[in-house]
Nanobody
Framework: QVQLVESGGGLVQPGGSLRLSCATS????????MGWYRQAPGKQRELVAR???????NYADSVKGRFTISRDNAKNTVYLQMNSLKLEDTAVYYC????????????WGQGTQVTVSS
């Protein structure tokens, strides 16, 4: 069992920055791709960014150049640095662990609210 605990959400003005953190209960980065998803009211959950075990990253077009995903293996933590935030970035952000091998479960965090408002 792996627990994912997000933190760092909050209220920020347009153009501002936030850094989200996702702490994992044990070391999983070698066998899991870690990702950040978001879900706005009335919309489907969508992928924001992910990072593989060999540090490959990819981003949704809507956040490219503004968001950066990274991880600290020693702290078992994944980060999402969000800059130049826009009103449309408002959503609940979820951390996700996707197994690279079959037979392992996928995990979700409980979510953290990000609200961009003037």
């Amino acid at each position: 069992q792996v627990q994912l605990v997000e933190s760092g959400g909050g209220l920020v003005q347009p153009g501002g920055s936030l850094r989200l953190s996702c702490a994992t209960s044990r070391s999983v980065f070698s066998i899991y791709t870690m990702g950040w998803y978001r879900q706005a009211p009335g919309k489907q959950r969508e992928l924001v960014a992910r990072i593989t075990s060999d540090d490959n990253t990819n981003y949704a077009d809507s956040v490219k150049g503004r968001f950066t995903i990274s991880r600290d293996n020693a702290k078992n933590t994944v980060y999402l640095q969000m800059n130049s935030l826009k009103l449309e970035d408002t959503a609940v952000y979820y951390c996700n662990a996707l197994p690279r091998v079959g037979g392992l479960p996928m995990y979700w965090g409980q979510g953290t609210q990000v609200t961009v408002s003037s």
